[in-house]
């Protein structure tokens, strides 16, 4: 179960990632790819980057 949201998020990345291939191919609008696959790519850093972070005691 701790692993399903790391998978969604590559899904995602994966997803955007195809239609921003679509995109600069001209068959999907580049300024609606660009930052679905930006904010794609920031979630899943910030993501990465907060679940080692010390909680306390």
């Known amino acids: ?3 399903l949201p790391l998978i ?5 990345i994966l997803i955007a990632f195809f239609l921003h291939i ?3 191919m001209k068959i999907f609008p580049l300024l609606l790819s660009t930052p679905i696959l930006f ?3 920031l979630i899943f850093i910030f993501y990465l ?3 080692k ?3 306390g005691f």
């Not at 969604?8 to 995602?12: D, G, H, P, V, Y």
């Open 1 to 3: 179960m701790g692993k």
């Open 39 to 41: 904010i794609s790519l």
């Open 53 to 55: 972070r010390f909680k």
């Open 49 to 51: 980057n907060n679940r």
């Open 8 to 12: 969604c998020m590559i899904l995602f």
């Open 22 to 24: 679509l995109a600069l």
